[in-house]
């Protein structure tokens, strides 16, 4: 997602994980409940990080029954150009038409999940990429390198490993791409400052 905004403070950052979990929790409620039970279940068998469901609107994504209805071949890396807090209200919009399956936060690692795998996010801006991949959004800016924090790249790392293990998606460059490589993407992100090197490396550790 490239929507640009006004770069917050340091200090507005480190109190994102604060401020997220907060908001989980006002946001889970008896209805979300059985998402979350489904989806600790789905996970039983891989070693997922620690998610907190915030679901996106649902007129932002696609329902689905993946990897059924399509094989799930990549996991496509997005940076926000926004804040976790501002992204997150872009993904409850109904009238955004946008969503990611995943976003980590920059100061902790905090992991929100906005839309289960089996379904359809709009991340790619490319209908059969969409159909096959896991979209991951990070909190940042392409052009300020300060917010790939090591925690972010922690998180994500191992939050990818995962996907990669479920559904047997290699953990290469091949597979695991920026969204400015998605055939007929006008994105730039994760950008020039994402290291590729470090964050497949912490992938195949993972």
Same mark, same amino acid.
């Given at each position: 997602? &490239?929507?640009? =905004?006004?770069?917050? /403070?340091? #200090?507005?950052?480190?109190?994102?994980?604060?401020?997220?979990?907060?908001?989980?929790?006002?946001?889970?409620?008896?209805?979300?409940?059985? +998402? #979350?039970?489904? +989806?600790?279940?789905?996970?039983?068998?891989?070693?997922?990080?620690?998610?907190?469901?915030?679901?996106?609107?649902?007129?932002?994504?696609? !329902? /689905?029954? #993946?990897?059924?209805?399509?094989?799930?071949?990549?996991?496509?890396?997005?940076?926000?150009? *926004?804040?976790?807090?501002?992204?997150?209200?872009?993904?409850?919009?109904?009238?955004?038409?946008?969503?990611?399956?995943?976003? !980590? +936060?920059?100061?902790? =690692?905090?992991?929100?999940?906005?839309?289960?795998?089996?379904?359809?996010?709009?991340?790619?801006?490319?209908?059969?990429?969409?159909? #096959?991949?896991?979209?991951?959004?990070? *909190?940042?800016? !392409?052009?300020?390198? &300060?917010?790939?924090?090591? *925690?972010?790249?922690?998180?994500? +790392?191992?939050?990818?490993?995962?996907?990669?293990?479920?559904? =047997?998606?290699?953990?290469?460059?091949?597979?695991?791409? =920026?969204?400015?490589? !998605?055939?007929?993407?006008?994105?730039?992100?994760?950008?020039?400052?994402?290291?590729?090197?470090?964050?497949?490396?912490?992938?195949?550790?993972?």
């Amino acid at each position: 997602m &490239e929507t640009h =905004g006004r770069t917050p /403070s340091r #200090r507005t950052l480190l109190r994102s994980g604060a401020y997220l979990g907060a908001a989980a929790a006002g946001l889970t409620t008896a209805a979300t409940t059985p +998402a #979350r039970a489904d +989806a600790r279940r789905d996970r039983a068998a891989v070693a997922y990080p620690p998610t907190h469901w915030i679901p996106a609107s649902t007129s932002n994504y696609r !329902v /689905s029954s #993946r990897p059924t209805a399509y094989p799930i071949d990549f996991v496509v890396i997005h940076v926000t150009q *926004e804040t976790f807090p501002d992204a997150m209200k872009i993904f409850q919009d109904p009238a955004k038409q946008v969503s990611a399956h995943y976003m !980590v +936060a920059s100061a902790d =690692g905090y992991i929100g999940q906005f839309v289960r795998e089996k379904d359809v996010a709009w991340h790619a801006g490319n209908r059969d990429y969409n159909n #096959r991949s896991i979209g991951i959004e990070h *909190e940042g800016w !392409v052009d300020k390198p &300060e917010y790939f924090t090591d *925690e972010l790249y922690a998180s994500s +790392a191992a939050l990818t490993a995962a996907v990669c293990d479920r559904y =047997g998606v290699p953990k290469t460059r091949a597979h695991i791409i =920026g969204h400015s490589e !998605v055939p007929n993407a006008d994105h730039t992100d994760p950008g020039k400052y994402w290291d590729w090197d470090r964050y497949i490396d912490l992938v195949k550790a993972a």
